[in-house]
């Protein structure tokens, strides 16, 4: 496609429920990226992906939440349990390879998620 | 103290106005970002830069790295300009971006 794409765009679930996230890369970006931005608060890193490497798992939260990338395009972030503080919207980004300065970063347009 | 401080929070200007954001960072950077986050969400990157100065159209982005600071600046800025600025950072050795929280700019026509 021509951009990032996520889906769903919003996504209302009960405490306690999964929920899963996906993110279509752009083709052939290698690097994908999830970040989370919640309410009044400004845009943190949760995950980075690149190639067939190990993902930089640092920035996710707890182990309720998972993200797998398979076959090195699109990308699902698993929410176990939710709780209402996972209220956010959750943001994909790819890059060609990695944020080099000729490689952008492009951003979804997000998955506005909110636990009841 | 947030690692990514940027002012002001909120900026308020008339069309044709000259605007500078600001960002001021405490860690050792491999490169720092300039995102630009519209109402509804869509968040484009502007620039990247590790050292000097970047133009694109009215925009110009520069940076200090012995002072840990950076600028965004907007010549002749018009409302479509209206946006929540982000500054982010990035360290080195990892692809992880640090955030700042955001200058919300409005243009009034």
């Known amino acids: 496609g021509a951009g990032v794409s996520q889906s769903p765009s919003n996504k209302v679930t009960e405490k306690g429920k999964d929920v899963e996230l996906r993110c279509d890369p752009i083709?052939?970006?290698?690097?994908l990226y999830w970040y989370r931005q919640s309410l009044g608060q400004g845009l943190e890193f949760l995950i980075y992906?690149?190639?067939?490497?190990?993902?930089?798992k640092s920035g996710l939260p707890s182990d309720r939440f998972s993200a797998e990338r398979t076959g090195g395009s699109v990308s699902t972030l698993t929410i176990q349990r939710t709780q209402q503080e996972d209220s956010a919207v959750y943001l994909c980004a790819s890059s060609f390879f990695g944020m080099t300065l000729d490689s952008p970063l492009h951003f979804g347009n997000g998955t506005r998620l909110t636990v009841t | 103290k947030n690692e990514v401080e940027q002012s002001p929070q909120n900026l308020t200007a008339q069309e044709g106005e000259f605007i500078t954001i600001n960002c001021s960072y405490s860690?050792?950077?491999?490169?720092l970002h300039w995102l630009q986050q519209h109402p509804g969400g869509g968040i484009v990157s502007l620039f990247m830069?590790?050292?000097g100065k970047k133009k694109h159209g009215r925009l110009i982005a520069t940076i200090n790295i012995q002072e840990k600071h950076s600028s965004l600046h907007i010549t002749a800025s018009h409302p479509r300009d209206s946006a929540v600025y982000i500054c982010?950072?990035?360290?080195?050795?990892?692809?992880?971006?640090?955030f700042g929280t955001g200058t919300r700019l409005t243009i009034i026509p």
């Open positions: 860690v050792g950077i491999s490169a």
């Open positions: 992906f690149q190639g067939n490497s190990a993902p930089d």
């Open positions: 830069l590790s050292s």
């Open positions: 083709s052939g970006h290698t690097a």
């Open positions: 982010a950072v990035r360290g080195f050795g990892n692809e992880k971006l640090t």
